[in-house]
């Protein structure tokens, strides 16, 4: 029994690689525990209204101190909605959502850490001289064939995500053989290939509902444990999503309650960062986990 007990207890202890770290334009960060990241949408068509925050700065002010207080560990500024079918938006309306959202945040909190969700160069070039301290990239560059090289000369952390096609045409693109085994091999070049550049931090996102069938992202999530081998920080966006709200039968205000349960099930397979639209119950949730394999 002391072998069986010892063995549990070396597995629990595997869950979350201990002493992480993340370099950002000369700062250290530690990603010694689960972080939460808060979504902080400065767009009119997100999926989930919640999540909405107009370009009034003194609204994305309250938001990311109200996100801040309740313990976010980063903060995720995004100027195009990335749902199915989604509008697109030009570069220079992008420009104009995110870059003086990113400037009076980092005014007001300067220690707080932001990261940029673009999938452009140009975006994430400026973003990160307004001060974002990330680049969070829904296509790991397949959308814009300078983004790789780009992050390379910023030097910060990138966070490369799995997807095929674009947000407009992303659900018709779910025919995989494979799809662990093709996550897999896209994580892998795209390592390489950041490495390359020079990237020194890469942080893995499965890409929930991203060209993926309901039955593929519960597949998915309870095998999340198999891209370990590649020995990046995995980040985990389930929060309010359609595998959620449709397996439920209910809308996306109505999905907290089940976001919490997944968001659990991705720590105990691995996941270390949990992008959230509600940090105060994302925070909650990493205390208990952390209660359960200390």
Partial sequence: MDNLFTSSSEIEDKLFPPKITLRSKGK???????????????TPDSFYEGSRISQDEALILHQAEKMLASGADILDIGGYSSRPGAIEV????????????????????????????TFRSKIASSAVQCG????NDISAGTLDPDMI???????????????????????????????LLEM???????????KKAGINDVILDPGFGFAKTMEQNYWI???LSYFKTIQAPMLIG?????????????????????????????????????R????KEAKETVTLFKQLYP
């Fill in 28 to 42: 250290l960060f530690l990603l010694d525990r689960p972080w939460v990241m808060g979504i902080m949408n400065i």
């Fill in 90 to 117: 030009s570069l220079e309306e992008e420009m104009s959502r995110v870059l003086p959202a990113i400037g009076a945040i980092k005014r007001e909190f300067p220690e707080a850490k932001l990261s940029i969700d």
């Fill in 132 to 135: 974002a301290d990330f680049v």
């Fill in 149 to 179: 090289e780009t992050v390379g000369k910023l030097q910060v952390p990138y966070i490369a995500m799995h997807m095929k096609g674009t947000p407009q045409n992303m659900q018709n693109q779910t025919d995989y053989d494979d799809i």
């Fill in 184 to 194: 897999m091999k896209y994580f892998s070049e795209k390592m390489n290939e950041c």
């Fill in 221 to 223: 999530l309870r095998n």
């Fill in 238 to 274: 389930v929060s309010r999503k359609s595998m959620i709200y449709k397996k439920l039968e209910i809308n996306p205000s109505e999905a907290l309650n089940g976001t919490t349960a997944l968001h659990m099930a991705a720590l105990m397979h691995g996941a270390q960062i949990l």
């Fill in 276 to 279: 959230v639209h509600d940090v």
